[in-house]
């Protein structure tokens, strides 16, 4: 080995060499974080070397502890980061200092907390806690590193959530910690934090979050001041609404009761007594709110085009017939009066009525109310059911038989009407055949109370449903979250998606999708032209506004841009798919396409106004109708903006809340979201004479009368999928997408059912389980 000191003079100059010769280096030598650069100690000689400072490869004292008193004679060997690969002896005498890498780490760390530079001292604990754990004082540097860095973010910066997490990590650490040279700890520092955390919740009326909060932090940190404060300010809150509650049930007011106990367990759930009289209330008057886009302005269960009327239409009324969901041909349906069998040939129809309440339905009625659907006089006659039946007898008091003059793929769905055709006539207010009537209508609220005349209910049903309107979904999902409503009846599927990960709400697919379609209005001339109506189509981006825009960038299943009025089917195999032609190809977004269809509309208007010698129909900006519906408005508007980029101009009109058509007809274009559930009586719903969306086009009209003749499911199948190809290439609709729909529920409510057509389908069944404050 080599004796240091006769080369130390040169060692010296090479280090000035490389200050002075080299600035460059040094430059970015100082610019590198002291952590970011290789590991080295650093000897400071003493004055007889000139006060010489060498930075060394990391010296292997035993332990990484500088010796206190080693002799003076002894030797320390050393080796120059400057010379890699030599080793130098120096005596202990002529060395002034030794600082270790790790030290010196520490003390920059130190100093930046001093200047109040958190986060830059927060990478150099971070260095030492990963690479030299075991330093001197590490533990407690950190420590009122985190404390003083807690105080920072809560005092100066104002962000108490951030110091309540970094004072968790200091007491995580050490439970004892107390800031040098003061009263300060680190459980009375958090107290205060969370304290200010809680109250900020509370006066943003967020008593979820102070409830969570409030529990997580009793349950971790017990006997903590601000937990024991806020918790008996809640828990006193709580007990006047218990209170309250307790005198509504006593003087009968059941409602009154219910809402209070809402409010005592949305205010602190563990309250004295609460549990238990929020089970006795919930028992003695179950009550459901859900949660919807829009209230119904008039209630029918069949309704093609207005969700909120199909709704609350199962609320009010019950049909002869209704559709229960999807089955291997065509719906699926049972009715509520009895059973109903078709025989082998398909030629005969027995119904055969229950004999079950105080007032059953009889053959009678049943058998009138057939023969009056078949009578051309009868203000609801059916002219495809007239055309089909033969006769029907009564066989017994509880047993119907109908004869066909036919056979018929599925003569169940030509009978989705109200038994007693008064019933839809009734005030909502007054008993109808359905299990509720409506005891109260605001302009945000609609409540529903149950029948006492309705035969088929259950003791465990609710007492009462609440409807409550949300302009925005988030908002909905939110309260939902909270407790505040039960049910949100519609969810977006992105929306859907982000809620499956919630443990405290169920989410379920309806079991059919909806359609959702632009109809044109015949009667203006351009909408009217069907150039001009492909043109519309042509300038549409109808995928990438489902993909981006309705859904958010996902891929989800069963959502689909369509070519024709009818469902596509949720899966490759779907049987509801039937009325669908898959070879049929949606048009593609071609905006020069686009542009020039319009041109030639206008050509062709101006021809057949010149032979009319009329004068040639000028091209206005269209009128596009749609609900009064968060999503459907912003789709609207970009569909309006895609059209204006072909040059076609387009005005909203938002129709009144609960409407879907525009009596009026001062509009181009409607939109419409379809419940298409059977296309093979839907087709006529929506393109017969008194159809949603009628038209004199003759080939329709032969294709729906086919239809009415069709003895088999093959036969129907192709007349549909010919409907479909005539609706394409005519353009009587145009078709955006299909989307399935969802809705969600609290984990309390019990027997919704699984893949229901409609909300309240199995509403007889629910049950209700008490509320505890922590759906």
């Known amino acids: 080995m080599m004796n240091l000191m006769p080369h130390l003079r040169f060692a010296a100059a090479i280090l000035v060499g490389l200050v002075t010769g080299l600035a460059w280096s040094g430059a970015a030598l100082a610019q590198r974080p002291l952590y970011d650069r290789e590991p080295f100690d650093r000897i400071t000689l003493n004055e007889a070397n000139e006060n010489a400072v060498l930075e060394v490869v990391p010296i292997q004292f035993p332990g990484r502890r500088v010796p206190e008193a080693p002799r003076g004679s002894d030797k320390l060997r050393v080796e120059l980061l400057t010379e ?71 005092a100066r910066q104002k962000r108490a959530p951030e110091a309540l997490a970094i004072l968790e990590e200091l007491h995580r650490q050490n439970r004892a910690y107390k800031f040098p040279n003061s009263n300060q700890t680190a459980v009375s520092a958090l107290s205060v934090v969370a304290e200010s955390i809680i109250s900020g919740y509370l006066q943003q009326e967020n008593l979820a979050a102070a409830q969570q909060l409030l529990s997580r932090l009793g349950k971790e940190y017990p006997g903590l001041p601000a937990v024991e404060k806020l918790s008996g300010q809640l828990a006193a809150k709580a007990a006047v609404k218990r209170d309250e509650a307790r005198g509504h049930r006593d003087a009968g007011r059941l409602r009154e009761a219910h809402l209070a106990v809402r409010e005592m367990l949305e205010i602190w759930p563990s309250v004295e007594g609460g549990p238990e009289l929020a089970n006795e209330i919930e028992r003695l008057y179950p009550l459901v709110v859900v949660g919807v886009s829009q209230l119904s302005q008039y209630h029918a269960p069949g309704e093609l085009d207005n969700w909120a009327a199909r709704r609350t239409g199962r609320l009010r009324h019950r049909l002869l017939m209704e559709i229960a969901g999807p089955g291997p041909e065509g719906g699926e349906y049972r009715s509520p009066v009895g059973t109903v069998a078709q025989s082998e040939d398909r030629r005969r129809l027995t119904m055969q009525l229950l004999q079950s309440g105080s007032d059953p339905v009889t053959g009678y009625e049943v058998a009138r109310r057939l023969l009056e659907l078949a009578s051309p006089g009868d203000p609801d006659y059916h002219p495809a059911w007239a055309s089909l039946v033969e006769s029907v007898r009564v066989r017994d008091v509880f047993g119907v038989e109908t004869a066909l003059r036919r056979p018929h793929v599925l003569p169940e769905s030509l009978l989705q009407v109200p038994l007693d055709p008064a019933d ?60 505040e409503i039960d049910i949100i009846d519609r969810l977006l599927p992105v929306d859907a998606l982000a809620l499956r990960g919630d443990q405290r709400v169920r989410v379920e697919q309806y079991a059919l999708p909806s359609v959702h379609v632009l109809i044109p209005n015949f009667k203006r001339p351009y909408t009217g032209n069907v150039t001009f109506r492909r043109a519309l189509v042509y300038g549409l981006r109808r995928e990438s506004t489902l993909k981006d825009f309705v859904l958010g960038g996902q891929d989800i299943a069963g959502c689909r841009v369509l070519s024709g009025p009818f469902p596509a089917g949720v899966s490759p195999d779907d049987p509801l798919a039937y009325a669908y032609d898959a070879t049929i190809e949606p048009r593609k977004y071609n905006p020069r396409l686009a542009a020039t269809l319009a041109r030639l509309a206008q050509f062709e208007l101006n021809e057949i106004a010149k032979k009319r010698q009329e004068p040639p129909p000028e091209l206005q900006p269209l009128v596009l109708a749609h609900p009064a519906d968060f ?65 004199d086009n003759a080939y329709i009209a032969l294709a729906l009368r086919r239809m009415d003749s069709a003895t088999n499911w093959r036969d129907a199948g192709q007349l549909l999928h010919e409907l479909h190809f005539i609706a394409h290439n005519e353009v009587v609709m145009i078709p955006l997408w299909q989307l399935v729909d969802h809705y969600a529920y609290q984990t309390r409510l019990r027997a919704l059912g699984t893949a229901n057509v409609s909300l309240y389908q199995d509403v007889e069944q629910w049950q209700v389980a008490p509320r505890t404050g922590q759906e």
């Not at 986060?119 to 806690?129: I, K, Q």
């Not at 949300?470 to 999902?477: E, G, M, N, S, T």
């Not at 001062?666 to 017969?688: G, I, K, M, N, S």
């Open 84 to 154: 890699p690969g030599s080793q130098y002896d120096i005596a202990w005498r002529d060395v002034a200092k030794v600082e270790l890498f790790e030290n010196m780490l520490l003390e920059q760390a130190e100093r930046l907390v001093g200047e109040k530079k958190f986060d830059e001292a927060y990478d150099y604990y971070a260095a030492l806690r990963t690479k030299f754990p075991q330093t001197d004082r590490l533990a407690d540097s950190l420590q009122n590193f985190l404390f003083l860095n807690a105080g920072d973010y809560f």
């Open 631 to 695: 999503l459907i408005r912003a789709v609207c508007q970009v569909l309006a903006d895609q059209l204006a980029a072909v040059g076609i101009k387009c005005t909203l009109k938002q129709l009144p809340p609960g409407q879907t058509r525009d009596s009026s007809g001062e509009y181009d274009l409607l939109y419409a979201e379809l419940a298409v559930w059977e296309p093979l009586t839907d087709a006529h719903r929506l393109f017969a004479d008194d159809g949603l969306a009628p038209t």
């Open 424 to 483: 839809f006539q009734r005030p909502e207010t007054e008993p109808s055949s359905g299990p509720y009537v409506v005891q109260e209508r605001t302009e945000e609220l609609l409540r529903f109370i149950r029948n006492r005349d309705y035969s088929l209910g259950t003791t465990h049903q609710p007492a009462e449903i609440s409807e409550q309107t949300f302009a925005d979904p988030k908002l909905a999902i939110e309260a939902l979250r909270r407790g």
